[in-house]
């Protein structure tokens, strides 16, 4: 069975400081999704990472995957208040995305 | 946005009455999905079609149902719904394997009582 870990679940953070999301799967993949999702929306797009040594930047938020290890970061860089809302990753198993928990991130400014 | 449209947005119904929910694309794509998402499980699917008629299903089938006659339109029924049932429900449309991975529509609220 594929299994998604996020960690952490909750992060509170200082607005300026540095932090990473690891998302974690238990199988082979090398389609890896990461989420953004807003109290009471939709889901939005953030990065999508189809290959090994994948890294893909916007703005604040840089992700990666290593498919060998089974293991996609989410860092961000110098946190802002707009960038509070949930987080998810999803590894692509034969069309079907299997999700992690979610991570809820707070940024106080 | 990519042309996906849930509706309804909101609905609260009664246990043991039947309930569709419908999904409608403009983007002519074959893969189209219906996730449920309860707290602290992230999104689970329920079932998916690749194409008219085609459909399978997903980790959390048992009570649904799904109909894809025309492949701008991919229902959701639920037979006889539950209070286990009140989620809320995307419908999600791609396929992976390019740059645009996957689009998902607002949501429908659903409420079982």
């Known amino acids: 069975e594929l299994k998604v870990e996020q960690n952490p679940l909750f992060l509170s953070m200082q607005e300026g400081k540095n932090y990473t999301i690891y998302c974690n799967y238990s199988?082979?993949?090398?389609?890896l999704y990461w989420y953004r999702q807003d109290p009471g929306k939709s889901l939005e797009s953030l990065f999508v990472?189809?290959?090994n040594g994948a890294v893909k930047q916007e703005g604040r938020l840089m992700a990666s995957l290593d498919t060998k290890a089974r293991l996609s970061t989410l860092h961000i860089t110098a946190a802002v208040h707009d960038l509070s809302a949930t987080y998810f990753c999803?590894?692509?198993?034969?069309?079907?995305?299997?999700w992690g928990a979610g991570t809820k991130l707070i940024i106080k400014p | 946005d990519a042309g996906i449209t849930q509706s309804p947005r909101h609905k609260v119904t009664e246990t043991g009455t039947p309930v569709t929910l419908r999904c409608h694309q403009t983007?002519?794509?074959?893969?189209m999905y219906w996730y449920r998402q309860d707290p602290g499980h992230g999104l689970r699917l329920i079932h998916y079609?690749?194409?008219?008629?085609?459909?399978d299903k997903g980790e959390v089938s048992d009570g649904y149902s799904v109909s894809r006659s025309k492949t701008e339109d991919f229902l959701l029924t639920l037979e006889s719904a539950t209070s286990s049932q009140t989620s809320v429900y995307f419908c999600?449309?791609?396929?992976?394997?390019?740059?645009?991975?996957?689009?998902f529509g607002s949501g429908t609220r659903l409420t079982v009582v």
């Open positions: 990472l189809l290959s």
């Open positions: 999600a449309i791609g396929s992976g394997g390019d740059n645009y991975g996957y689009t």
């Open positions: 199988t082979t993949s090398d389609r």
């Open positions: 999803a590894v692509d198993s034969n069309y079907q995305l299997i």
């Open positions: 983007e002519n794509h074959r893969y």
């Open positions: 079609s690749y194409g008219v008629k085609d459909t």
